[in-house]
Nanobody, 126 residues
Framework: EVQLVESGGVLAQAGGSLRLSCAAS?????????IAWFRQAPGKEREGVSC????????YYADSVKGRFTISSDNAKNTVYLQMNSLKPEDTAVYYC??????????????????WGQGTQVTVSS
């Protein structure tokens, strides 16, 4: 069974940095998977932020975070990280880790992923 556990969400100041972690279990070394970060702000729909492919390391980013966020993976630790720099108040949201086996169609669609973490709150103060 695939399980995802996020950590790293805290209160940060605008312009600051945070690193979120997503510890994944249940995937084997033979599985090609995609792990993604989504976020959901109060009153808004859940949106895709970034994802990374285990097969070729390719990454994708939402336009709103390009140049500020970086996704990476440590295969030895089965962990995916989201480095968030130049934080803005509009980055405030619950951040979720999501995963599924490749191929993935639209990385930003919640319907592409069967496995979700419990979420971690990120609050950016101005």
């Amino acid at each position: 069974e695939v399980q995802l556990v996020e950590s790293g969400g805290v209160l940060a100041q605008a312009g600051g940095s945070l690193r979120l972690s997503c510890a994944a279990s249940g995937f084997t070394s033979d599985d090609d998977s995609v792990i993604a970060w989504f976020r959901q702000a109060p009153g808004k729909e859940r949106e895709g932020v970034s994802c990374i492919s285990s097969s070729d390391g390719s990454t994708y980013y939402a336009d709103s975070v390009k140049g500020r966020f970086t996704i990476s993976s440590d295969n030895a630790k089965n962990t995916v990280y989201l480095q968030m720099n130049s934080l803005k108040p509009e980055d405030t949201a619950v951040y979720y880790c999501a995963a599924d086996f490749e191929p993935i169609g639209d990385f930003g669609s919640i319907f592409e992923y069967d496995y979700w973490g419990q979420g971690t709150q990120v609050t950016v103060s101005s």
